[in-house]
């Protein structure tokens, strides 16, 4: 069964920041579904700068499977987020991903290496390996 990895708008937006990043990995990986929310979209859209990162970020997502967004937004017991990252977790654990991978270590880095409802968060580099 592949991988189901779920992208934290801060990778979609590191994506799309140089032609020659490798985070673009992600994308060439065999047996691995690469999912993301509308709302994570939406937020790495705001946060590119460049007509050029935007092309790139639009094409990187047509290759992404995009989510539902989650129906709850109760986080589970001891997880502590900012509210502007609860849908992200929630539509990963919802999504039935395998993994989060984010850079966002102030908000998410607590959890690093660690999983929530089965979906074990990691930094890209950490996935990559």
Known sequence: MSDRVFLDANILVSA???PDNGLLA?????DVTLRTSAYAIVEADRNVRTPE???RLHRLVQRLEIVDEP???RLPVDIRLPLKDVP???AAIQASANYLLTGDRDHF???FDKR???VHIL???AYLN
Do not use: H, N, V
């Open 26 to 30: 992600l994308w060439r990986l065999t």
């Open 88 to 90: 992200i977790l929630m």
């Open 123 to 125: 930094r890209p580099a």
């Open 116 to 118: 929530i409802e089965d």
């Open 16 to 18: 799309a920041w140089r």
């Open 71 to 73: 129906r709850s937004a």
């Open 109 to 111: 880095g607590a959890y």
């Open 53 to 55: 990162q935007r092309t």
